[in-house]
């Protein structure tokens, strides 16, 4: 099974990167924005009333603290959860000698749901061994990349290309696709989509560069 690359928003379109947006100038993202615009709406609105019994006040204390405990706590928790990588910050060349795994994906893939327990099966075999899984993440809202993460956790780093810059280097067209690289940085295999019937063939393909010597280390 496979998605063809056309999400809600489209690769290109502008997103706010947890922390910043996209053009670093630190806005939060439209529909934190909007969260917030209401908060503080609700806020203001309230503080101007004159002699507000105590118990008015307290009421209104909670009920604004709830308000930020359910729209903000989520959203801050949920990013600090992951370690997340700006798509910016990957260069495959810090990751020579080891057999790399980029593995595209977003949260409305449905074949996704199946390949990260295949993915985190394949970190937990082969990870002492010398393989890396990098997991790109090109979903517009970051909300929306965190519940698939709770959903079905990730083992492996993941990084966030929101603005689909890494998915254009790499020419994805389909959902998920993995990009298999031998240790001397070489690509060795490409695989569109994710079927569970293929799940020995692409271990295979790990196991095979796994057992290449590292010329890399030679090198050195």
Known sequence: MWSIVNPPGGLNRAHIHPGG?????????????RDYTRIMDFISSATPMPAVPTTDLLLLGR????????????LVAGL?????APAHALDLADYRGKVVVVDFWASWCVPCRQSFPWLNAMHDEYADDGLVILGVNTDVDAAEAQQFLEDY??????VYDPEGELARTFEVVAMPS???FARDGELDARHLGFLRSRRDEYEAV??????????????E
């Open 206 to 219: 790990i196991q095979r560069l796994i057992a290449e010597p590292n010329t890399e280390d030679a090198d």
């Open 178 to 180: 993995s990009y298999v």
């Open 80 to 84: 600090l959860a992951y370690s997340w």
């Open 21 to 33: 947006d996209g053009d670093g100038d630190g806005n939060s993202n439209d529909g934190d924005e």
């Open 153 to 158: 956790p990730a083992k492996f780093e993941i």
């Open 63 to 74: 009920r604004v603290a709830g308000t930020l405990w359910r729209h903000i706590f989520p």
